[in-house]
């Protein structure tokens, strides 16, 4: 069945049947089932339900357990890789703000933007020349010298300094406050949280998927949207997708509240630096591409906030309260791999680099691809068919 007909059939609308015509007769709301409660299921959850969907999200442990429990959340403005997909980054950005406001301020944003520097030497043209490039594809960056640094970040110790970039667009939150906003805002709009509830199996008939097999029972649905993060290649492999990933880990220390001392992001040499909303400082330096760290015990978390005061010395006597861990999955060309499958055609996949960053946009996108029968042209080029 191809998916208008799919579509058309579950609003009733005629076209080849997928459930018992008296059961459609009756119930034109779609069924859809998530599975997987990280940011971007809690979004896709949120937006099918806000556009009238009865949607059901099956979760393995619990919301943000898993990769969102352990982002350090920066909201990314830009990419350096292609225009196209530094125009999505943009986008969503502004997505975060568009869902700020529908929420009503239930979620907390620093919009204060992000300062990066790097000390002299090739890394400092390397900078120099992604923020040209950036700039001419009109992304809003601003090269910065050291004054201009010291001007945003009052008291940063930059030590020698090469190149800068200010990125005003970006912002910043703590990813289970937003996580719990959005969980809170879907049960309003009548989503089912359910877990623990690993799903096992999916129960799959020619070309559809029928149902799924839990360690809760089964669950029936017309539209399965896989958002399972590091599982999605597992799970989606039961039933002959392909969406290869690679698994990168990161750890970050966690404050006690300090009082208000930063108002945007910092990346310098040693590492990221961030206050969230409710005064916990977060750092970190072990997730840039290729680190991979695993290190959650006191002592490295002592060292990481030691180093945040070397970079800030007004956050001295800063304590440490816990460390965190987590497994990004990144699509294995790092694009998004979002959209219904070929087959089976009421699969939809949704796992991206950036979650925390893409999620509102990827809720909205989704969430009118299975409700409203269209192909978003802005997706195109982030099937899961590409890895066929
Ligand atoms: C150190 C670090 C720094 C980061 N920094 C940033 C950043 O600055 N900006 C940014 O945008 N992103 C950042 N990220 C990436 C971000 O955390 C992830 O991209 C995002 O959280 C992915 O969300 P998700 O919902 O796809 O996956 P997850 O949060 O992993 O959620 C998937 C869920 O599916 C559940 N699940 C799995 N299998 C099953 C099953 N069989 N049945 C039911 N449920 C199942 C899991 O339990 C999990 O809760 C960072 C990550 C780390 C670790």
Redesign the pocket.
Known sequence: MDRRRLLQSLAGLGGPALMPSAVRAQRRRPRVAV???????ASIAYHLAAGGAEVVV????S??????Q???????ATHEDDRAFNDLYGMAVLDWRRLELELGGAVQVQWGGTATWVPPGPGAAELDAVTRRLQSWGAPVRPIDAQELADLVPGVVAGPYGAGVFSPDQGTLD?IQALDALVAAGRRRGVAYRYP????ALKRDGQQITGLRTGQGDVDADVVVL?????VPA?AGQVGVKTPINLV????AHSKPFPRVLQRVLNGPLGSLKQDPDGRIVT?AD?RPGASGTDTSRAYGEQLLATAVRMVPALAGVELESMSL????IPADTHPIVGFCAAPSNLYVA????????APLMGRLAASEILDGVAVETLSAYRPARFA
Not at 249 to 252: E, F, I, M, P, V
Not at 326 to 329: D, I, K, L, R
Request: aromatic share 6%; hydrophobic share 50%.
């Open positions: 599975i997987g409660a990280g940011v971007m299921g099956l979760e393995r442990v919301p943000g357990s898993q990769a969102t352990g982002a350090f959340a920066m909201l990314i990813p509830c690993e799903v096992l958002a399972a993060g590091a599982a799970l880990s990161g750890t970050l970190g997730y987590g497994y990004v999955p796992l991206t680099m950036s979650g925390v960053t893409m």
